[in-house]
């Protein structure tokens, strides 16, 4: 028996659109300004940035954000792409919403060294658990390291399955990607596991895509395994004042750390930047410089 769950009926992002421009999240600086609450020099953060080196906007759009207001003086503008944009959000808000963590519990982190990696290793390092936790490189394994991971390993030449059945059972998985490391998360789950649900990177450009393919169910009713799909959107308001009362002091004061970056300049490289996330082949979080801002 095998189950399949599919998220492509609703769809979280529409196709992009030829003839159109790429939309997604972005930094940006006010060029010039209209409205009196706005001023020139002011940066902002979030959703609906378009590729383009500058843009007009007629309102502020749901999803973004003054850094003036929420960030911190000093951190480096990409820092709102990573820890303090949406995946620094999500697994903070997911992690306090469905991890339920118990001192000396184990988790596993996959894309261990993703923006949101990152943040949840921290998490549950702080919570006091054994953290088992993967990235495609050794490189991002070394990183791991750095952020006090236990077990620490590089997917593409290590077997999952085996690292999970020699360090767990686990009690908490942060799921990132899906596909086979899932299934082997469940089939190495504690009684009472908690799985996180936060993305497929694995299956993101499958026939199908969007779509969760659990391969023995039997293991989630014997050990009454909880599964929860976590919608940014959902879960962020009701955490991100504290998110923001905490997170950029503590990444100022470096007492958090960020995601390794791979930053990359100039519009014309964001369509193989794109594709290189999608297979896998950045060094850290992908972001591309679109425009400098001047330097007086
Ligand atoms: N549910 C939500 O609301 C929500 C919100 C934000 C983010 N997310 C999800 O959270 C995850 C991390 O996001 P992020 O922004 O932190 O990502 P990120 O920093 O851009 O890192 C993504 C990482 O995924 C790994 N990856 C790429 N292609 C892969 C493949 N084919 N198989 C396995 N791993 C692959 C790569 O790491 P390795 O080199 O280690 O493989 C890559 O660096 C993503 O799945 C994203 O969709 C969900």
Redesign the pocket.
């Known amino acids: 028996m095998s189950l399949l769950i599919r998220r492509d009926i609703w769809v979280l992002k529409p196709a992009f659109e030829i003839g159109q421009p790429l939309a997604g999240y972005g930094v940006g600086v006010v060029l010039r300004s209209d409205n009196s609450d706005v001023v020139v020099g002011q940066h902002l953060h979030g959703r609906g940035f378009i590729f383009e080196q500058y843009f007009v906007l007629l309102s502020l759009p749901l999803g973004m954000y003054f850094i003036d207001k929420h960030g911190h003086p000093g951190l480096p503008l990409t820092t709102y792409l990573?820890a303090l944009g949406?995946?620094g959000k999500?697994?903070w808000a997911?992690w306090k919403d469905f991890a339920s963590s118990k001192k000396g519990e184990t988790v596993f982190v996959?894309?261990?060294?993703?923006?949101?990696?990152?943040m949840v290793i921290q998490l549950a390092k702080l919570d006091g658990l054994k953290i088992i936790a993967?990235?495609?490189?050794e490189e991002?394994v070394e990183f791991l390291r750095k952020l006090g991971v236990d077990v620490a390993f590089n997917?593409?030449t290590v077997d999952t399955r085996g690292v999970l059945e020699r360090e767990g059972p686990i009690d908490i998985y942060w799921d990132?990607?899906a596909?086979e490391?899932f299934n082997a998360a469940i089939d190495n789950a504690a009684a009472g596991a908690r799985f996180l649900?936060?993305?497929?990177?694995?299956t993101?450009n499958s026939v199908g895509s969007h779509a969760l393919t659990i391969n023995n169910p039997m293991p989630i009713f014997g050990k009454s395994v909880s599964i929860h799909?976590?919608?940014?959107?959902v879960?962020i308001p009701k955490h991100v004042e504290e998110f923001y009362r905490v997170v950029p002091a503590a990444l100022s004061a470096g007492t958090l750390l960020r995601?390794p970056e791979d930053v990359r300049h100039g519009l014309e490289c964001v369509g193989e930047m794109i594709r290189a996330?999608?297979?896998?082949e950045?060094k850290?979080?992908?972001m591309v410089v679109v425009g400098e801002e001047a330097q007086d």
């Open positions: 990573g949406v995946p999500t697994a997911g996959s894309s261990g060294a993703s923006a949101v990696g990152t993967s990235a495609g490189s991002k997917y593409k990132s990607v596909g490391t649900e936060c993305g497929q990177m694995t993101l799909f976590i919608s940014s959107f879960i995601s996330v999608q297979s896998g950045t850290g979080k992908a």
